[in-house]
């Protein structure tokens, strides 16, 4: 991918998101013409939608597909349905399958974009059907059908219409785990797509084999990285990697040889108390006998640099690992700091400011600590001012405890290991006035571009990424954001997703506060298209308080596994100046933005609170604390979310109290010391 490309948003324009919201007409294709929103995915007879239905039990020699339970499943009209045609959307309203006036017995009745996946546990040899439009559309309807073995395409049969002869199917699926047969329309929309698979048949199959568990067994633990340095004060993160048999608990217990000079949190993460060493132990709490340790070297950091007599030098470029500490400017579009070298560097104790991106990287094991970061606007036609920290393919990065203004964080794939603890993390920062206004050259600004406080694109399959305690406000007039964070084709894993958690965010207006569009909000999980679920989603948000954002509070519109939880989105309708917003949205929506289909689901959106109070150019005020059209699919959940009457600055005003509440509580401090 070329540079261009890389530091591209590769967002997808949303300007019109607030019109789309409110006034979006369902204009769907049903079998008999109407314009109404088809019904969440079934699940299973006898399942609850978001259930997840035991595996089949194959029997050995040949299956009938049909009276095997689905692990998953959806459809565009109605449920699918078990050896009758599709019919309409009740469950058992289907007609006998027909295919060219033949009728069969065994075989599912869909409509297209349906999807169902089976389990074979890798026991069958052969899978075969036969495919057509039913006879009850007649000559009309569409579809492609397509076989899938785990992810890999077997079988496609081209467009076949109402006038299609049946086609016949045979594919090797030996050894495979998963069978997934898709139906799709034919690219002119899925009006009378009803498609049939008639007698499914798994042929060649085993009978399970009963394997004895192995006893529970310990084999080693080591912790990774194997010695650390810190100063007092800082933090860092250690992970064990325990080698387990027999369902063995992998579980450990942390301790410290010597607290005073280091203490070690349950979760492995070390903070730095004195300057001295100390020995880091993980001890399995399966077997005591087995453990892993890791050497803490801890400090004293550097003299911060004194606000108000900054001299800055000029740019600094590192082409070695180290601690650098100092101040630099750029004074013109190029990097402040470049980071040209692999080895591990941290830049803390520092000023800088410059017309282009502060620090910038390739491949960098970076962490920024205890920076003040000023991103300046250039004074060029059409340029703002850029990204504070703009790294591509991220071995490592830490940022934390530092102060940015202008400027927020953009990564662009990640291509670190986990497992020796290397990810992305973004911890107690002051973020200031985020700001896409473009120059118009002499002094002034006209238009602007898309500005985020943390930006993710491409950063996928990372299960050490945390984005928490951050706090970013905005003032009207004087920034212009976009989504403040956003996740773009990213997703952490299923058991260890992104985690944004416990920040504070106010304020996301368009350059002009008074305009009537803004896409921009407060967090966005699932943007982007990837047609893989493990390329975009698994993203935790939770404990976040997010104020007067403009278009929306929180949301999510693509991907599978996103989970919005336990957050405060507020907002009065107004600047602080209270200037009416004319771009207020709406508070909390999940909402297949892309029509990813069958690539869309298993998101939670539960016991937040939204207060998103709309007031009109009249002055009468209204709330739109919410909006869900997507809320139920493939098995997402909407529950428990806590619509707020009318709110007011004063209501704004009151949450930055708590949020300051919750800082002292919890003994954090944002920003640069």
């Given at each position: 991918?070329?540079?261009?490309?890389?530091?591209?948003?590769?967002?997808?324009?949303?300007?019109?998101?607030?019109?789309?919201?409110?006034?979006?007409?369902?204009?769907?294709?049903?079998?008999?013409?109407?314009?109404?929103?088809?019904?969440?995915?079934?699940?299973?007879?006898?399942?609850?939608?978001?259930?997840?239905?035991?595996?089949?039990?194959?029997?050995?020699?040949?299956?009938?597909?049909?009276?095997?339970?689905?692990?998953?499943?959806?459809?565009?009209?109605?449920?699918?349905?078990?050896?009758?045609?599709?019919?309409?959307?009740?469950?058992?309203?289907?007609?006998?399958?027909?295919?060219?006036?033949?009728?069969?017995?065994?075989?599912?009745?869909?409509?297209?974009?349906?999807?169902?996946?089976?389990?074979?546990?890798?026991?069958?040899?052969?899978?075969?059907?036969?495919?057509?439009?039913?006879?009850?559309?007649?000559?009309?309807?569409?579809?492609?059908?397509?076989?899938?073995?785990?992810?890999?395409?077997?079988?496609?049969?081209?467009?076949?219409?109402?006038?299609?002869?049946?086609?016949?199917?045979?594919?090797?699926?030996?050894?495979?785990?998963?069978?997934?047969?898709?139906?799709?329309?034919?690219?002119?929309?899925?009006?009378?797509?009803?498609?049939?698979?008639?007698?499914?048949?798994?042929?060649?199959?085993?009978?399970?084999?009963?394997?004895?568990?192995?006893?529970?067994?310990?084999?080693?633990?080591?912790?990774?990285?194997?010695?650390?340095?810190?100063?007092?004060?800082?933090?860092?993160?250690?992970?064990?990697?325990?080698?387990?048999?027999?369902?063995?608990?992998?579980?450990?217990?942390?301790?410290?040889?010597?607290?005073?000079?280091?203490?070690?949190?349950?979760?492995?993460?070390?903070?730095?108390?004195?300057?001295?060493?100390?020995?880091?132990?993980?001890?399995?709490?399966?077997?005591?006998?087995?453990?892993?340790?890791?050497?803490?070297?801890?400090?004293?950091?550097?003299?911060?640099?004194?606000?108000?007599?900054?001299?800055?030098?000029?740019?600094?470029?590192?082409?070695?690992?180290?601690?650098?500490?100092?101040?630099?400017?750029?004074?013109?579009?190029?990097?402040?700091?470049?980071?040209?070298?692999?080895?591990?560097?941290?830049?803390?104790?520092?000023?800088?400011?410059?017309?282009?991106?502060?620090?910038?990287?390739?491949?960098?094991?970076?962490?920024?600590?205890?920076?003040?970061?000023?991103?300046?606007?250039?004074?060029?036609?059409?340029?703002?001012?850029?990204?504070?920290?703009?790294?591509?393919?991220?071995?490592?990065?830490?940022?934390?405890?530092?102060?940015?203004?202008?400027?927020?964080?953009?990564?662009?794939?990640?291509?670190?290991?986990?497992?020796?603890?290397?990810?992305?993390?973004?911890?107690?920062?002051?973020?200031?006035?985020?700001?896409?206004?473009?120059?118009?050259?002499?002094?002034?600004?006209?238009?602007?571009?898309?500005?985020?406080?943390?930006?993710?694109?491409?950063?996928?399959?990372?299960?050490?990424?945390?984005?928490?305690?951050?706090?970013?406000?905005?003032?009207?007039?004087?920034?212009?954001?976009?989504?403040?964070?956003?996740?773009?084709?990213?997703?952490?894993?299923?058991?260890?997703?992104?985690?944004?958690?416990?920040?504070?965010?106010?304020?996301?207006?368009?350059?002009?506060?008074?305009?009537?569009?803004?896409?921009?909000?407060?967090?966005?999980?699932?943007?982007?298209?990837?047609?893989?679920?493990?390329?975009?989603g698994y993203q935790h948000a939770y404990g976040n308080t997010v104020i007067s954002t403009t278009n929306y509070g929180m949301a999510i519109i693509g991907g599978w596994g996103n989970r919005i939880e336990n957050n405060r989105v507020i907002s009065s309708g107004r600047t602080p100046d209270g200037t009416r917003i004319a771009a207020q949205n709406v508070g909390l929506y999940v909402w297949d933005m892309y029509g990813s289909g069958a690539a869309f689901g298993g998101h939670v959106m539960q016991n937040n609170t939204s207060g998103w109070t709309k007031v009109s150019a009249t002055?009468?005020?209204?709330?739109?604390?919410?909006?869900?059209?997507?809320?139920?699919?493939?098995?997402?959940?909407?529950?428990?979310?806590?619509?707020?009457?009318?709110?007011?600055?004063?209501?704004?005003?009151?949450?930055?109290?708590?949020?300051?509440?919750?800082?002292?509580?919890?003994?954090?401090?944002?920003?640069?010391?």
């Amino acid at each position: 991918m070329g540079q261009n490309a890389v530091w591209g948003n590769n967002k997808k324009g949303r300007a019109g998101l607030q019109g789309t919201l409110l006034l979006l007409t369902l204009g769907l294709a049903s079998c008999g013409g109407q314009g109404s929103l088809p019904p969440a995915p079934e699940a299973p007879a006898g399942a609850a939608v978001g259930t997840v239905v035991e595996p089949q039990q194959l029997g050995q020699g040949d299956n009938t597909l049909s009276v095997e339970p689905f692990v998953s499943v959806s459809n565009a009209w109605g449920p699918v349905e078990r050896d009758r045609s599709n019919g309409e959307q009740g469950a058992g309203d289907g007609r006998t399958l027909t295919l060219n006036g033949q009728t069969f017995g065994r075989g599912f009745g869909t409509h297209a974009g349906s999807s169902m996946a089976f389990d074979l546990g890798g026991r069958c040899s052969t899978f075969t059907a036969s495919v057509g439009v039913d006879d009850e559309v007649g000559d009309r309807g569409s579809v492609l059908f397509q076989v899938y073995a785990d992810g890999v395409k077997l079988y496609d049969s081209g467009k076949m219409t109402g006038k299609s002869a049946t086609r016949t199917l045979s594919v090797s699926v030996a050894g495979k785990r998963e069978l997934r047969l898709v139906v799709t329309d034919a690219g002119d929309g899925n009006q009378f797509d009803h498609a049939d698979w008639v007698q499914p048949t798994l042929r060649g199959c085993t009978a399970p084999t009963t394997v004895a568990a192995p006893a529970p067994s310990v084999s080693s633990v080591t912790v990774s990285p194997s010695a650390l340095a810190l100063t007092t004060g800082a933090a860092g993160k250690l992970t064990a990697t325990v080698v387990t048999g027999g369902g063995a608990s992998s579980a450990v217990t942390w301790s410290s040889s010597t607290p005073g000079v280091a203490t070690v949190a349950a979760d492995g993460t070390v903070t730095g108390v004195t300057a001295g060493t100390a020995t880091i132990r993980a001890t399995s709490t399966a077997d005591a006998s087995k453990f892993g340790t890791a050497t803490v070297t801890v400090s004293a950091p550097a003299p911060a640099p004194t606000p108000g007599a900054v001299v800055y030098g000029g740019k600094l470029v590192v082409t070695r690992g180290g601690t650098y500490s100092g101040n630099w400017e750029s004074t013109d579009t190029t990097p402040a700091v470049s980071i040209q070298t692999s080895e591990p560097v941290t830049i803390e104790n520092a000023n800088i400011r410059g017309r282009g991106p502060l620090i910038h990287g390739y491949g960098a094991n970076l962490t920024v600590r205890n920076v003040r970061g000023t991103s300046l606007t250039p004074n060029i036609l059409g340029r703002a001012a850029e990204m504070a920290i703009k790294i591509g393919d991220a071995r490592n990065l830490r940022v934390e405890g530092s102060t940015f203004t202008g400027g927020g964080i953009y990564v662009h794939n990640f291509i670190g290991d986990p497992a020796a603890g290397q990810g992305i993390r973004i911890l107690k920062n002051n973020f200031v006035n985020i700001d896409g206004r473009k120059s118009d050259g002499a002094g002034g600004y006209s238009g602007s571009v898309i500005r985020q406080m943390v930006q993710f694109n491409g950063v996928t399959r990372i299960p050490t990424a945390e984005i928490a305690w951050n706090q970013n406000i905005n003032e009207a007039g004087r920034s212009a954001g976009e989504d403040l964070i956003n996740m773009y084709a990213s997703s952490g894993t299923p058991d260890k997703p992104i985690l944004i958690h416990d920040n504070y965010l106010q304020g996301s207006y368009p350059a002009n506060p008074t305009e009537g569009a803004h896409s921009g909000g407060g967090i966005l999980l699932g943007d982007g298209v990837t047609g893989n679920p493990e390329t975009n989603g698994y993203q935790h948000a939770y404990g976040n308080t997010v104020i007067s954002t403009t278009n929306y509070g929180m949301a999510i519109i693509g991907g599978w596994g996103n989970r919005i939880e336990n957050n405060r989105v507020i907002s009065s309708g107004r600047t602080p100046d209270g200037t009416r917003i004319a771009a207020q949205n709406v508070g909390l929506y999940v909402w297949d933005m892309y029509g990813s289909g069958a690539a869309f689901g298993g998101h939670v959106m539960q016991n937040n609170t939204s207060g998103w109070t709309k007031v009109s150019a009249t002055g009468t005020t209204s709330q739109n604390n919410w909006w869900f059209p997507n809320g139920s699919t493939n098995g997402s959940l909407t529950a428990n979310n806590a619509g707020l009457g009318t709110q007011t600055l004063d209501s704004e005003q009151a949450e930055f109290v708590r949020w300051q509440s919750k800082l002292s509580a919890a003994g954090i401090v944002v920003g640069a010391r």
